[in-house]
């Protein structure tokens, strides 16, 4: 796994090997773009009638799993962690533009139910 620190501090791990991965390093970016709310890089990165999902408060570290992209589509399973302890897993689903540009045009959350 590598790691990087978003500007608020909240640490992403994620797949070694994502950097020789263009669009996979880019969901990475992507990711740490929507916690920080880093207007700049959505504006240019997501399309204007894209809904991004709601962000929960507290979040300390997210681990991606596993970073998946093929033609349009791309999937992270992630794992959140909070500040208080727990922990949420979820999947994220994204439809790209087209297959060879980096321009979102939607995005899917999955929580895993509780067991």
Known sequence: METI?????????????????????FLVEAVAA????????????VMEETQLPDIPAGIDKIVM??????GKEAAMECILHFEDGTLLETG???T?????????????TFRKAAE
């Open 96 to 108: 790209f533009k087209s297959a060879g540009k980096n321009v979102v045009r939607r995005v899917n």
């Open 5 to 25: 620190k978003t500007a608020n501090g909240i640490v992403i791990e994620y797949p070694a090997g994502c950097g020789n991965a263009p669009r996979k390093f």
């Open 65 to 70: 799993h596993s970073i998946i992209t093929h």
């Open 34 to 45: 929507v916690l920080e709310k880093d207007e700049m890089f959505l504006n240019e990165a």
């Open 92 to 94: 994220i689903f994204i």
